[in-house]
């Protein structure tokens, strides 16, 4: 069961910290994803993939990073009292 909350929370807020946040998309992300291929695939991954993700997390019906936060702050809150 604990498994399956750090798959549901955590795996979003991940997505969201590298696909979905535009500062760390711009500096971080994109810019790993182009120097790992070559021009066009470059430029067409990363969109592709963000695209891809964006809709992933619109399945889940999360578009607003308030909405990541809640669920960390669940798993979080759940994980720690399970290791008290």
Request: charged letters at 20%; one cysteine or more.
């Amino acid at each position: 069961a604990y498994l399956a909350l750090v798959d549901n929370s955590l795996l979003p807020a991940t997505l969201w910290a590298l696909w979905c946040d535009d500062q760390s998309y711009c500096e971080f992300t994109r810019k790993f994803y182009s120097q790992m291929y070559p021009f066009p695939l470059s430029h067409i991954f990363p969109w592709t993939r963000r695209r891809a993700v964006l809709g992933r997390l619109g399945s889940m019906n999360i578009k607003h990073e308030n909405q990541v936060l809640a669920l960390v702050d669940k798993a979080y809150s759940s994980l720690a009292r399970k290791l008290k």
